[in-house]
């Protein structure tokens, strides 16, 4: 390695490519001054965590607590049940989306489906807005929006997830900051073993 140079920080991060926690790890690493990073997509808590003890990665990030949807029941469950050190406990403002597939129209969908803190964050307006639809939780609000745009979920479901995450995989947003408070923020954690 050249003299000076930077050692590659591998982040793993709870989420698929547009993700919340993406853009956790991508807040992260510009306000840490991490300029060589790389990107592990784990998906959940749990990968991140057993890929943090295992020497995968350097660096693991993932949500804690939401100011509306409080803890993160998944974290607490992974957390238990490994060993790490918190680096940093940070928080970034959450604005969750109604994503659909192209041409769909609100009056098509059937489903609303997205990680269990989206749907808490989002409780009274699909309560008001959509009584009459399933909500199914899923792994990540990215990897629902991923889902929607490979088929994997019928057309006729919408997802809540980022803006990002509508961008990346093509998605139209049916509305924006659907959040049941203006104020939304989640704490993350930066974890080292």
Not at 90 to 116: C, P, R, T, W, Y
Not at 150 to 164: C, D, F, M, N, R
Request: hydrophobic letters at 45%.
């Amino acid at each position: 390695m050249a003299k000076g140079a930077k050692k590659l920080v591998i982040i793993g991060l709870s989420g698929a490519p547009g993700s919340f926690s993406e853009e956790a790890a991508r807040t992260y690493a510009r306000k840490a001054g991490v300029k060589r990073f790389g990107l592990r997509y784990l998906v959940t808590v749990e990968n991140v965590l057993a890929a943090l003890e295992a020497g995968d990665i350097t660096l693991g990030i993932f949500p804690i607590e939401n100011s509306n949807g409080g803890i993160v029941i998944e974290a607490v469950h992974a957390m238990s049940r490994h060993n790490f050190s918190i680096k940093k406990l940070f928080e970034i403002d959450i604005h969750m989306n109604l994503l659909v597939k192209k041409g769909v129209k609100a009056g098509q969908i059937k489903k609303i489906a997205s990680h269990d803190q989206a749907l808490k964050q989002c409780r009274f307006y699909l309560k008001r807005r959509w009584p009459k639809a399933k909500i199914e939780e899923y792994a990540d609000t990215a990897k629902a929006a991923a889902d929607l745009a490979k088929g994997v979920l019928p057309k006729t479901t919408a997802v809540i997830a980022s803006l990002a995450a509508a961008k990346k995989y093509k998605l139209t947003v049916l509305e924006e900051s659907i959040q049941d408070l203006k104020f939304n923020y989640t704490s993350f954690i930066a974890a080292t073993k």
